[in-house]
Structures are given as structure tokens and as C-alpha cells.
């Protein structure tokens, strides 16, 4: 039996046990985009496997073995190289985990190789671990981005004062037109701040939870209209109440 040649880099979005010593990764990995594999373990074995490592937005190393089960390819080997401690170990940080991945798991279908998208969502997670303040207002910032990243980045030539977002035409507009559907003035002016700021000046924007939530709304709204598919994310009334 042969091995991968080479190892690989992913991010967990989500396991699924499979029967008492099996268990399916669902991943965004640095070769091929959205991905699945499967993984056998048991409790016996000398080389255990650490469970608890596989959470949410994990940054695990993965070497694939020639085996595979069913049309999924079977890990040989599966390692941590980034220890996300404070994710872990954080409600407020291991609830926008579990946001963020609901959100690309729902989001990103193609099974190809994005090295840019994958360098972002790496990047967010290393500064979602690292972040001391701001927290609460990592997760609108992340969605902004992560709009961008996909394709969708709102249209800003300059400061959009006194201008409504238009959700359709993702552009600041002065006068709506009857059928435009626009956020409201706060939210419009949320959105610029967010594209302005960088992790560093989170802390800056002081908002109320019910605000923040609102605002993810229309962001999911603008997201789900642009990529013609309706985004329901179970996990923001959850990340909601931890915030409140």
C-alpha cells in the first residue's frame, strides 16, 4: 500500500461521527477547497488521535493514505501545527467559530484550489486567536471581508456620508429609487466603518448587541441575494445571546 507523496493544510468546519471508531472531516484545505475526509481512530492505539483538537476552525496537517471510504479520501496521518487555545477555551471566541464555519460551509461549494481564499480564512483565524479586544465585532468584520473575498465587495469611492446601501446594486446611493432595497442609514454607516477598519480598531466601534445582529442580518440578506442562495445561519441567534 502507498501514501501521499505530501501533506497538505486544511481548516475544520465540521466532524461527523461514523459508527464507534470513524469520523468524517469537513474542511476548507489549502489544495482543493471545500473537502471531506475520513479518518478511523481507536482509543487503543498507541498514535491516539486527539479528538478535542478537531474543533471548530482547527488548523490541522493531514497526509492522505491510498485507501479511501467510499468517495472519500481516508487520512493517514492528521497533526496541529497551529494551537488555537484561546478559541478553544473562549464562549465568546468558539461561538463566532461555529458562526464562521457555518457560514463557509453554507457559502463555498467548489471543490477547486483558491489559494487566496484559503489564505484569508487562515489569517482570520490566527487573528480571531490572537484578538485581546474587539471581539464582539470580530464576526460583522470577518462577514464584510469575507463578501469581498467571494466576490461580492460593496462598490466605495469615498465616504458615502448621508448615502443608503443598496443591497441590489451593492453601491452608496444619495436618492433610492422606489424599488431599490437599501439598508437603513445606521446600517449603511456600519458597513463603511467595517470596511474601513482593520483588526486592530475593532475596539472603536462601540455598537449594542441588538445592533451588531441586525446589522449581520442585512448582511447575510445582501450575501444570500448576490450568490442566489438564501443563507440561514442557525448559529447567529446563539451568538447573539452570548454577545447580549
Given at each position: 500500500m502507498t501514501t501521499a507523496a505530501s501533506s497538505f493544510r486544511a481548516i475544520v468546519l465540521h466532524t461527523i461521527r461514523h459508527k464507534e471508531n470513524g469520523l468524517v472531516l469537513q474542511c476548507y484545505t489549502s489544495r482543493g477547497g471545500r473537502e471531506s475526509f475520513y479518518i478511523r481512530y481507536s482509543p487503543r492505539s498507541k498514535d491516539k488521535i486527539n479528538i478535542s483538537q478537531l474543533h471548530p476552525l482547527a488548523i490541522v496537517e493531514i497526509e492522505l493514505s491510498s485507501l479511501k471510504m467510499g468517495t472519500m479520501a481516508n487520512i493517514r496521518e492528521i497533526s496541529s501545527p497551529v494551537r488555537l487555545s484561546s478559541i478553544r477555551g473562549d464562549i465568546y471566541k468558539s461561538s463566532i467559530a461555529l458562526f464562521m464555519c457555518e457560514l463557509i460551509l453554507k457559502s463555498i461549494r467548489e471543490v477547486e484550489e483558491n489559494p487566496?481564499?484559503?489564505?484569508?480564512?487562515?489569517?482570520?483565524?490566527?487573528?480571531?486567536?490572537?484578538?485581546?479586544?474587539?471581539?464582539?465585532?470580530?464576526?460583522?468584520?470577518?462577514?464584510?471581508?469575507?463578501?469581498?473575498?467571494?466576490?461580492?465587495?460593496?462598490?466605495?469611492?469615498?465616504?458615502?456620508?448621508?448615502a443608503l446601501f443598496d443591497i441590489v446594486s451593492a453601491e452608496y446611493v444619495k436618492y433610492p429609487q422606489p424599488d431599490s432595497i437599501c439598508m437603513n442609514q445606521a446600517d449603511s454607516a456600519l458597513l463603511y466603518r467595517f470596511i474601513e477598519a482593520d483588526s486592530a480598531t475593532l475596539s472603536s466601534?462601540?455598537?449594542?448587541?441588538?445592533?451588531?445582529?441586525?446589522?449581520?442580518?442585512?448582511?447575510?440578506?445582501?450575501?444570500?441575494?448576490?450568490?442566489?442562495?438564501?443563507?440561514?445561519?442557525?448559529?447567529?441567534d446563539v451568538l447573539h445571546e452570548v454577545f447580549e
Open positions: 487566496l481564499l484559503y489564505a484569508f480564512l487562515h489569517n482570520s483565524v490566527i487573528t480571531l486567536e490572537s484578538m485581546k479586544e474587539g471581539v464582539a465585532n470580530f464576526h460583522p468584520w470577518f462577514l464584510v471581508n469575507f463578501c469581498g473575498q467571494m466576490g461580492y465587495a460593496p462598490k466605495i469611492d469615498k465616504d458615502p456620508e448621508d466601534i462601540r455598537i449594542t448587541g441588538s445592533v451588531r445582529y441586525h446589522f449581520i442580518g442585512e448582511l447575510l440578506r445582501y450575501l444570500s441575494i448576490h450568490s442566489g442562495s438564501e443563507l440561514k445561519i442557525e448559529s447567529l
